[in-house]
């Protein structure tokens, strides 16, 4: 019934095949049951649509190495070890389809699929509100980039609105915003930053004496009358509650020019460990002063 087929290196290839279809096979299972939970899809159609692919694959991949090999002893081995394979897979998928069983699945070699994600990812399903809000300040004032501050974003928007943690959340979500505009702006990343009519803070940092803030102006004249904001938290990321919110500066600070001026411990507290600045307004002046 079956032949010798043709013998060489090519003799590999049923067997080499069907590892590869086991393997791929092996993850998108999973992708698939992972997308499909998270899109609220019917178990029922996840299942029929999974197991649906997997057989169309694995009968093209047949067919094809039929074609090439013939019938041989190797392709009656594929056809058994594609087909154990495959009950094999399914097999360990989970029968009660949650996303978060599927996530948290230790997967050979490495690990579960929310360990490839990072390492802030690595617990974010099981995090409690008040553990996103410490995570997310972290992630926003110590040494930030663009790729730490969506991660924050992400934290902060586990956070539901019942929470106590909700108006600090919001709060760290405009700081966020605030810190992403200074590094576009600081490695010249933001285009529309450089036509941009506008006072914006550019640097903060934190000295013995306060907090060192630097503000550019980017209109084409003087401005003054600056009122700004500040925002106050602790390690925590919980916000301060500070008695004077909208601070107003008569500095004049001149076209494309920088001023830098410090918040003492009179506006800002010693015990906070973070310092959000934004300019609300200003006014334009004739001259400097």
Known sequence: MFSTGNRGGSGRTPIIAAVKVLVVWFFLARAILVIGISNKIPENTVWTLDILLFVITAMYVFVRESIAEGLSVK??????????????????????LRLKE?????????????????????????????????????????????????????????????????PSAQSLMKAADLRKREIEIRNGSDNKAKDSQTVEVVEMERTPKGWLVTVRNKTATPVGHLQYEIAAFNAGGWQINLDHQLPVSEKVIRSDETWTFTIGPEMVPREAAYVSVQILSWKEVSKPR
């Open 75 to 96: 392709m009656f081995v594929f056809a058994v070890l594609l087909g154990a394979g495959g009950v094999g897979i399914f097999s360990s998928l989970p029968r009660n």
């Open 102 to 166: 599927m996530v948290k699945q230790q997967l050979p070699l490495i690990g579960s699929l929310h360990n490839l994600m990072g390492d802030d990812d690595s617990d974010v399903i099981d995090m409690r509100p008040v553990e996103h809000l410490a995570r997310a300040s972290k992630l926003i004032f110590n040494n930030p980039t663009i790729e730490s501050l969506l991660q924050a974003r992400r934290h902060l928007g586990r956070i539901p609105t019942t929470a106590v943690e909700f």
